[in-house]
């Protein structure tokens, strides 16, 4: 019988300990579940080549998103005509190169996929800069809210009830319109004029990602109060309390580290909504500053001659459902290979 125990332990590859097998299975059980998960690798290598696309736009991009020329507006390669023939008509290529634009140009004949190229650090950087700041700002706050509880957690959370209160996106696009009209002209020597430098410097992006950070933080705040309050009556803080750690001891070596995971996929889930709204209010000029190219700005530009040349409107309009359809695969895979009660299961 000891030579079969002796075996036994052999064969468990890790001496015999369950508790290091139990863990090293349940992270590749997550790898494994996501990985076969198609939807959430196809989103994943998407999001990879468009962020390989928005690194290297200077090199890939065969011409300067800004150059203009006006004898060249609007102009069409041929086979953009066999695919929209209502262009037919329209349709005046180059007439050194009918090929020289592969998407067509616009309006004053700046190249269109040079455009849409280089309007992927747009959205892209949004969707990296939005959910750190409601990460920061939400589970910061979320955090205090949860922990200490009583009087303090009541007065924090009315305050995000009032935000809750006021349309998010109408908020967002009140606080943009007063950044621009407030700061259009600031006076020298000011934090304003400090302030429109940078955001000129951006090419009009600074504001948005303001907006875009003061109104997305209340969701993860709540969220993060709720996992807070979940957690923090469990056997290990009330362990980690009767050896005497301190508030900032449970809170960023206990209660954080357990409850991060969903956080971060909660906010990898709302990514596609801070594209659209970036994408919205440059639609509605009040996004970056023109002749920095947005993706949002593109498609209104183009929606004045969808009729003639509805090019210059697809294809902006196709990278941006591309870009929030693999963020929404991606954060679904994710939620599913990090869920506990799927560990397990195929």
Request: glycine fraction near 10%; include cysteine; charged fraction near 15%.
């Amino acid at each position: 019988m000891a030579v079969d125990l002796s075996e036994a332990v052999k064969k468990s590859g890790n001496g015999g300990n369950p508790l290091s097998q139990k863990s090293e299975s349940l992270t590749r059980d997550a790898i494994r579940r996501l990985l076969k998960n198609r939807a959430a690798v196809i989103g994943g290598i998407i999001i990879i080549l468009l962020y390989l696309m928005m690194i290297f736009a200077d090199k890939i991009a065969p011409y300067d998103y800004a150059t203009q020329v006006l004898s060249e507006q609007n102009a069409v390669p041929p086979w953009l005509t066999k695919v929209f023939p209502v262009m037919e008509s329209y349709a005046k290529p180059p007439v050194d190169n009918p090929n020289k634009y592969i998407l067509g140009a616009d309006y004053v004949g700046r190249d269109l996929l040079s455009r849409i190229i280089y309007g992927s650090r747009v959205s892209l950087i949004i969707a990296i800069i939005g959910p750190l700041i409601s990460l920061i700002i939400g589970v910061l706050y979320g955090c205090i809210a949860g922990f200490f509880g009583g009087r303090v957690d009541n007065f924090m959370m009315r305050i995000v009830d009032i935000l809750y209160a006021f349309p998010g996106l109408l908020f967002t696009i009140l606080l943009m319109t007063f950044f621009r009209t407030a700061l259009s002209k600031p006076d020298p020597g000011t934090f304003g004029e400090a302030l429109s430098f940078l955001d000129n410097s951006l090419g009009g992006m600074l504001f948005i990602i303001i907006g875009i950070g003061l109104t997305a933080w209340e969701t993860m705040a709540r969220l993060t109060r709720g996992q807070v309050l979940s957690i923090k009556e469990k056997e290990f803080i009330e362990a980690a309390r009767s050896i005497g750690s301190t508030d900032r001891r449970i809170m960023f070596k206990h209660i954080l580290p357990n409850i991060i995971g969903p956080l971060v996929i909660s906010e990898t889930l709302a990514i596609p909504g801070y594209i659209n709204t970036e994408a919205f209010l440059s639609f509605i000029g009040l996004g970056v500053n023109p002749p920095t190219p947005s993706w949002g700005s593109m498609i209104s530009d183009g929606s004045k001659v969808v009729r003639t040349y509805p090019n210059q409107t697809i294809f902006p309009a196709l990278m941006l459902a591309l870009t929030m359809f693999a963020f929404n695969f991606l954060g679904d895979g994710l939620r599913d290979a990090l869920d506990p009660q799927m560990r397990g299961k195929s």
